[in-house]
């Protein structure tokens, strides 16, 4: 079966400080690869995406990620974190020849001053 | 920007009863799906639909949900008897391709309730 499992439920950083969000995927094609993030109250919102063209993606807000096919992983990161970064992230597969979106757990990042 | 939206944010209901959950897509949009989060779970997906047809449905949706296109902008997911375990997070999304690397766009969700 295809799926994502995010390594971490919880990270917490301070302001200024990397982001590392981590994200293995199973998948016996070429996946599609993504991270959504939400915030309180609010809907999904992309972040970036991998669709088999550069394995490093930059997304919006600063985030980036790269696809590792050698480790399956696809770790979300950022140089140095906002407040409103806050938020729950979660790392979302589409498996090859497929729409239906294959989520992971979510992580749920806290910045703190 | 265009976004989807979702009508209502939240939903109580008794057990048994029907409910209908509402969904404005992106309006140049052909696809549209159903994705469910119970508190504390993974984002599920439900159902996706293209061209006035279910094109994939998980488990989940047994014969208790249907999803309507009844006009040019509303997609809508009923559930005809609910059980309490339908309390959840439901988010509509749309897309306008069905490619697997096209990137959906999500509604805020609606949160169902049932007592």
């Known amino acids: 079966a295809q799926s994502v499992t995010q390594l971490d439920s919880h990270v917490s950083v301070s302001e200024g400080t990397p982001v590392l969000l981590r994200c293995n995927y199973s998948?016996?094609?070429?996946?599609?690869l993504f991270w959504y993030v939400q915030h309180p109250n609010k809907g999904l919102q992309l972040l970036l995406k991998?669709?088999?063209?550069?394995?490093l993606v930059k997304g919006i807000n600063g985030f980036e990620a790269e696809f590792k096919k050698s480790e399956t992983s696809f770790h979300l990161t950022k140089p140095s974190a906002h407040m409103s970064d806050a938020a729950e992230y979660f790392c979302?597969?589409?498996?090859?020849?497929?729409?239906?979106?294959?989520f992971g757990a979510g992580t749920r990042l806290t910045v703190k001053p | 920007e265009p976004e989807v939206t979702q009508t209502p944010s939240h939903q109580v209901t008794q057990m048994g009863q029907e409910v209908i959950l509402r969904c404005v897509p992106i309006?140049?949009?052909?696809?549209f799906y159903w994705y469910r989060q119970i508190l504390g779970q993974k984002v599920e997906f439900l159902v996706s639909?293209?061209?006035?047809?279910?094109?994939?449905k998980s488990e989940i949706f047994d014969d208790q949900f249907s999803v309507e296109r009844p006009d040019g902008s509303n997609f809508t997911l009923k559930i005809r008897s609910t059980k309490l375990e339908d309390s959840a997070m439901y988010f509509c999304?749309?897309?306008?391709?069905?490619?697997?690397?096209?990137?959906?766009?999500f509604g805020p969700g609606t949160r169902l309730t049932v007592l």
């Open positions: 999304a749309s897309s306008n391709t069905g490619d697997s690397y096209n990137e959906q766009f």
């Open positions: 998948s016996s094609y070429s996946p599609s």
């Open positions: 979302v597969v589409i498996p090859y020849n497929n729409n239906d979106m294959r």
């Open positions: 639909f293209y061209n006035n047809e279910i094109s994939e």
């Open positions: 309006s140049n949009h052909l696809y």
């Open positions: 991998y669709t088999s063209a550069a394995t």
